[in-house]
T-cell receptor, first 109, second 113 residues
Framework: RKEVEQDPGPFNVPEGATVAFNCTYS??????FFWYRQDCRKEPKLLMS???SGNEDGRFTAQLNRASQYISLLIRDSKLSDSATYLC??????????FGSGTRLSIRP | EAQVTQNPRYLITVTGKKLTVTCSQN?????MSWYRQDPGLGLRQIYY???????DKGDVPEGYKVSRKEKRNFPLILESPSPNQTSLYFC????????????FGSGTRLTVV
């Protein structure tokens, strides 16, 4: 089993829709969780950290479910500019984080 | 501007010809890391450094070397590149390995023929 697993997609949704994707992780001792966004052929950029209490940043909401070992990302009122690959990141030790392979999201007009 | 600078952006080279990809950060970060990204395989860690003169292997270190003589620089060295090292490479830095978000360089697209 991979340490971090994501549905690769692609998710193809209309503009204005709400879309959510999950990411599961295998290490129950993991403490740090992040979502990154990567545009085609560009570097990953930190979208948001994921806290135990959940957190929201504008149209984006991230949540952590420790019991089931997954994190989620919800995007409300999606925009064309949200089209990208979303990478889930989980720490596996004090010196290492693991990137998921990413979920491709395409927003259509 | 806080950033990680990688050079070159694009490189085509021949098998066996030594090359170095440079990485420099201006954020005084202690942690730096190199990744390669290949279709279907995601980002895989090559080497990382927790601080000056402290480096360690990641998941795919074979064929690569690194050094960390100064805090800001973390070059990636391919002593004898082979075609299977054709990939998109990213350097990243962070305040810490796990608690903080990473800042990535713009990437180096390497082709070995």
């Amino acid at each position: 089993r991979k340490e971090v697993e994501q549905d690769p997609g692609p998710f193809n949704v209309p503009e204005g829709a709400t879309v959510a994707f999950n990411c599961t992780y295998s290490n129950s001792a993991s403490q740090s969780f992040f979502w990154y966004r990567q545009d085609c052929r560009k570097e990953p950029k930190l979208l948001m950290s994921v806290y135990s209490s959940g957190n929201e940043d504008g149209r984006f909401t991230a949540q952590l479910n420790r019991a089931s070992q997954y994190i989620s990302l919800l995007i409300r009122d999606s925009k064309l500019s949200d089209s990208a690959t979303y990478l889930c990141v989980v720490d596996s030790s004090a010196s290492k984080i693991i990137f998921g392979s990413g979920t491709r999201l395409s927003i259509r007009p | 501007e806080a950033q990680v600078t990688q050079n070159p952006r694009y490189l085509i080279t021949v098998t066996g010809k030594k090359l170095t990809v440079t990485c420099s950060q201006n954020m005084n970060h202690e942690y730096m890391s190199w990744y390669r990204q290949d279709p279907g395989l995601g980002l895989r860690q090559i080497y990382y450094s927790m601080n000056v003169e402290v480096t360690d292997k990641g998941d795919v270190p074979e064929g690569y070397k690194v050094s960390r003589k100064e805090k800001r620089n973390f070059p990636l060295i391919l002593e004898s590149p082979s075609p299977n090292q054709t990939s998109l490479y990213f350097c990243a830095s962070s305040l810490s390995a796990r608690e903080s978000g990473y800042t990535f360089g713009s990437g180096t697209r390497l082709t070995v023929v």
